[in-house]
């Protein structure tokens, strides 16, 4: 499940891109 309320430390710009991947 996509957690968009936990930004990616190393790539915060695309943390909502990262998580949906994921």
């Not at 915060?12 to 990262?18: C, L, T, Y």
Request: avoid cysteine.
């Amino acid at each position: 499940a996509p957690v968009f309320s936990q930004p990616r430390t190393h790539m915060p710009q695309h943390s909502i891109g990262e998580e949906f991947l994921n």
